[in-house]
T-cell receptor
Framework: NAGVTQTPKFRVLKTGQSMTLLCAQD?????MYWYRQDPGMGLRLIHY???????AKGEVPDGYNVSRLKKQNFLLGLESAAPSQTSVYFC?????????????FGAGTRLSVL | GQQVMQIPQYQHVQEGEDFTTYCNSS?????IQWYKQRPGGHPVFLIQ?????EVKKQKRLTFQFGEAKKNSSLHITATQTTDVGTYFC?????????????FGTGTRLKVLA
């Protein structure tokens, strides 16, 4: 099993450009999450989804949009990238019916905005 | 909103020494999870604590959940170089209707051989 797959792994953008990060999971999980990780800030929740067709805001949603058109995919969009969005982005998925509701993370996308 | 703080932010220890990281939430938690992230890697689930005062052990790792369910700790006995990484706690508030977790700021552990 691939688990959680994120594409791309690295990306460099210029200020104002747009891009979409793709997260795909093959574990049939209902919940999916997008986090950003910055030095000293830990993992901060951007948006999450509790099922196909649903999305909700996390701690730091401004400047990002998401879509969950298919259960296995969760897309994170940056409409107009800013240097403050330079970060490592992690996607995760979990099964809320499972006893532990473990979050499984992808390998991450390292994004630089110049 | 809910905040989860961890201390210390960094810890350097000699191999064989013990290590402890503390996690404190601004709100009461229904449960808390711990994750480990190796350098350059992604977070990996270690354990979940649910009950007030709960203590769980995994080999050299001991996890505790506070009586008030607002704090937790991870203690590693006799650290090894394989323990290097960043340890995160993640708490789910009792008021949260969904499985949304707030991660702590993390403690980066460096073990000197």
């Amino acid at each position: 099993n691939a688990g959680v797959t994120q594409t791309p792994k690295f990306r460099v953008l210029k200020t104002g450009q747009s891009m979409t990060l793709l997260c795909a999971q093959d574990m049939n999980h209902e919940y999916m999450y997008w986090y950003r990780q910055d030095p000293g800030m830990g993992l901060r929740l951007i948006h999450y989804s509790v099922g196909e067709g649903t999305t909700a805001k996390g701690e730091v949603p401004d400047g990002y949009n998401v879509s969950r058109l298919k259960k296995q995919n969760f897309l994170l969009g940056l409409e107009s990238a800013a240097p403050s969005q330079t970060s490592v982005y992690f996607c995760a998925s979990s099964d809320p019916t499972g006893y532990k509701n473990i979050q499984y993370f992808g390998a991450g996308t390292r994004l630089s905005v110049l | 909103g809910q905040q989860v703080m961890q201390i210390p932010q960094y810890q350097h220890v000699q191999e064989g020494e013990d290590f402890t990281t503390y996690c404190n939430s601004s709100t009461t938690l229904s449960n808390i999870q711990w994750y480990k992230q190796r350098p350059g890697g992604h977070p990996v689930f270690l354990i979940q604590l649910v009950k007030s005062g709960e203590v769980k052990k995994q080999k050299r790792l001991t996890f505790q959940f506070g009586e008030a369910k607002k704090n937790s700790s991870l203690h590693i006995t006799a650290t090894q170089t394989t323990d290097v990484g960043t340890y995160f706690c993640a708490g789910r508030a009792t008021t949260s209707g969904t499985y949304k977790y707030i991660f702590g700021t993390g403690t980066r552990l460096k073990v000197l051989a």
